[in-house]
């Protein structure tokens, strides 16, 4: 029987240097509450996503809502459809309107040429995605942003360790939000952080995320609990002595895949950013069925069948939600629908070989038509 070959696969350090790490926990008992590791890991992620000030969290999805409430936004919030459930459910969840932009087609990032038209005196603040280790048009949506007064909250999900110009992913907006789930290029099991340039905003949040305690007697808000423990904080420690050689890796599979299936009609590759120091998060292809002979879903069929499985990320949109049901028109999204109903990630994460890519590619070529 063939091996399976998942979309991802955990990056994990080796098993001695995790239990090395988590050894003097058996010593101090301090496992949650802010410890000796949640605080040097926080260093360390400050130094490595940039700007002023960094909290970390129990996961990405708790980065931003809790970001989101601290910012005390009112009214709407422009975001796009594409992306995953917590972008858009952060947002609803603050008692806030998502109002969604369309996509660029090329990189997939919110298209700023849009972004204008669907700004109200209801509109408070823009959430763009950077997706793939795509990263968004910064600089236009500042310039839009600062023109109309109005916050940006990155959802940095995809971005870990991505520089623009030479500047570092977290500096951007009012806030980036990371996420540091096991399916990430950098994981800590589960964590999430957000980095910002604002510290009366570091104390909101900092409150918020420990059920808005402000000192030993003192609690001044209601708050939630999204600390990030000790154990988390370990493997995430461990996988930053390794993150570099990690995305070096990430980058010659991309290539070797992109050698495979450059140049093939019907299918679409995921663009170079000019200035952008991407990494390489994933792998998406969009396949054009009338070009390419067969469906995006008939492709992924094709490498299940052969035990690979890929995923359709990100399908559905978020605005087609069964829960958001009737709330929104995703014709006024159609490029993000285009690409939603045609795009397919396939595998990637450091350990995956080159002949593991070849298998893949083997069976995309049979579906060609």
């Known amino acids: 029987m063939k091996e399976i070959i998942n979309v991802t696969k955990a990056t994990l350090p080796s098993f001695e ?35 002023t000030y960094i909290d970390l969290f129990t996961n990405g999805h708790m980065a931003l809502e809790l970001t989101l409430q601290a910012m005390n936004l009112t009214g709407e919030v422009i975001t796009t459809p594409f992306t995953f459930a917590s972008t858009t459910h ?10 969604f932009c369309d996509i660029d087609p090329n990189d997939f990032t919110i298209d700023v040429t849009k972004l204008e038209s669907l700004i109200t005196d209801r509109t408070s603040a823009i959430m763009p995605v950077h997706v793939y280790g795509n990263v968004c048009q910064v600089e236009e ?12 909250i990155y959802d940095a999900a995809h971005s870990f360790g991505c520089e623009y110009k030479g500047k570092k992913i977290g500096h ?21 952080a957000v980095c910002h340039n604002d510290e009366e905003l570091w104390m909101k949040i900092y409150e918020l995320k420990n059920f808005g305690i402000h000192g030993p007697e003192s609690v001044m808000g209601v708050g939630a609990n999204a600390k990030m423990n000790e154990m988390c904080a370990a493997m995430g420690l461990c996988n930053m002595r390794h993150i570099d050689e990690q995305i070096a890796m990430r980058k010659e ?29 994933y792998f998406p292809v969009i396949f054009d069925e009338k070009k390419f002979g067969s469906s995006r879903n008939e492709v992924a069929d094709a490498l299940e069948e052969e035990r690979i499985y890929a995923r359709k990320y990100f399908y559905p949109l978020t605005n087609m939600f069964d829960c958001y049901a009737g709330q929104f028109d995703v014709e006024e999204t159609p490029v993000a629908r285009y690409i939603s109903k045609r795009v397919l990630t396939l595998p990637l994460y450091p350990s995956l070989e080159k002949k593991d890519i070849d298998r893949i590619c083997d069976v995309i070529y049979k579906c060609k038509k």
């Not at 010593?27 to 490595?48: A, F, I, V």
């Not at 951007?172 to 999430?192: L, M, P, Q, R, W």
């Not at 009609?265 to 120091?277: F, S």
């Open 17 to 51: 240097e995790y239990v090395e790490e988590i050894r003097d926990l058996w010593d101090s008992h301090w496992l949650t509450n802010m410890g000796p590791k949640h605080e040097k890991l926080r260093t360390k992620l400050l130094s490595y996503l940039g700007g």
């Open 253 to 281: 599979l991309v290539e070797y895949y992109r050698e495979k299936l450059n140049g093939i009609d019907g299918i679409q590759l995921n663009v170079i950013q000019k200035d952008v120091k991407s990494n390489y998060s």
């Open 90 to 99: 952060a947002i609803v969840r603050n008692g806030l309107e998502p109002v």
């Open 141 to 152: 949506i500042q310039r839009i942003a600062n023109k109309y007064g109005l916050k940006v």
């Open 172 to 192: 951007f907006g009012d806030a980036s939000c990371f996420s540091f789930h096991a399916t990430k290029v950098f994981n800590s099991i589960e964590g999430g």
